[in-house]
């Protein structure tokens, strides 16, 4: 089991150090390994919050979200969006954009610490967007009951979610973005915080809003699927799987992509306090996000988080903690140990829960079946 989920993500490492070490020597070998273990520690509530998504999906989607879905998140994320950046921002096009990063590593740096605030503001908004409706639903499972519960009956306000996400967007674009010019010289960057903020916002009601108007349709299709599947094998003919693929997988999947590349926001910039080379970055950086992919699948094969159900809590909470470092970093610099550490924690957090919760149950259970044993001795005599 683990060698089939994992294989992919084992070759991949040891091709990638290799030709890391093959090319560029033993330096750049140890920068690729740091970088891919800081990709895994940053991403693993990625993970999981991925695999309570995908276990939605059909075994069609969760072969296209290891595969096609990996390209997107190696070459889209960790090596084009960083030359992307790099070529807005100096307003050239994106074969000098390359060529800067080439021959101007240090160049190459500075135009990508100056869009910070842009990639930190709109990823920092969807990630809120996702920790406080997960936190304003009425779930029947609560880890931190005390603080759930109540948000839970707050969350019954309609747009609730948006609202408190544009007032921490316009206390953030007046606290930290307002405030950079002043204190480190740098341009007044609260008009472009408040536009990327917003767009994070607008982007995840588009793509989340269709994720789960389609997810909603997904029994009906399901059914209306499996009915002629049954026709179809009544004839003899073989079903394809391509032809069970609905919809709502799509947008589900479409879903993932774009919180992939919200997660991959931190770990992209984290990078350059390691290293100025993209392709060392690239490499690194797609290693990790092969084993946050492994990851996903083994976690909804095992049914994890079926058997502890806590985790999907702690993920959640590490993404609202996450959400709020980006914003931070608008104006002031946090290490990412501290990110991944806090990420880490509350995931351990809420696996020791989930353990702590199922011996509880488990001994209710013994206690319970020794009562009803003795029961029938006693009716017996």
């Keep these: 089991m683990i060698l089939r989920t994992f294989g992919w993500s084992f070759a991949v490492t040891a091709a ?213 599947a049954e026709k179809v094998r009544a004839e003899g003919k073989p079903v394809p799987v391509v032809a069970l693929a609905s919809k709502a997988a799509f947008f589900l999947f479409l879903y993932l992509e774009v919180l992939d590349a919200s997660f991959s926001f931190d770990g992209v910039i984290g990078a350059f306090a390691i290293t100025n080379h993209i392709f060392w970055m690239a490499l690194g950086l797609g290693i990790g996000a092969m084993y946050v992919r492994s990851l996903t699948v083994y976690l909804v094969r095992q049914g994890t988080l079926d058997d502890y159900v806590y985790l999907e809590h702690g993920a959640h909470y590490a993404i609202g903690a996450l959400a709020a470092i980006l914003l931070i970093t608008i104006q002031h610099q946090i290490s990412e140990i501290i990110t991944g550490l806090v990420g880490v924690f509350l995931i351990a957090a809420s696996f020791l829960s989930s353990v702590r919760r199922n011996k509880t149950l488990q001994a209710a259970e013994g206690t319970a079946a020794a009562s009803g044993e003795k029961t029938e001795v006693s009716s017996s005599a």
């Design 16 to 228: 990638g150090l290799a030709f890391a070490a093959w090319q560029w020597g033993w330096e750049a070998f140890g920068i690729v390994l740091i970088l891919s273990i800081l990709e895994i520690s940053l991403s693993f509530d990625n993970a999981v919050v991925n695999a309570g998504i995908l276990k939605k999906m059909n075994a069609f989607w969760q072969k296209v979200f290891l595969t096609v879905g990996i390209l997107i998140a190696v070459f889209a994320m960790r090596l084009v969006f960083p030359v992307v950046i790099v070529a807005i921002s100096a307003k050239v096009g994106p074969v000098e954009a390359v060529q800067l990063a080439l021959d101007q590593p240090e160049r190459y740096e500075d135009l990508v610490t100056d869009a910070h605030p842009a990639i930190a503001a709109f990823g920092g908004m969807f990630l809120l967007m996702i920790f406080l409706d997960f936190i304003f639903e009425d779930r029947e499972i609560t880890w931190l009951g005390w603080l759930e519960r109540p948000l839970a009956r707050l969350g019954r306000i309609d747009m609730l979610s948006a609202c408190v996400a544009l007032a921490v967007l316009l206390a953030t674009a007046m606290t930290f973005a307002g405030h950079a010019h002043v204190s480190t010289g740098h341009a007044d960057k609260t008009a472009t915080v408040l536009l990327a903020g917003v767009a994070g916002l607008v982007t995840y009601l588009v793509v989340g809003g269709l994720s789960g108007y389609f997810e909603d349709k997904l029994e009906e299709e399901g059914e209306h699927e499996q009915e002629e």
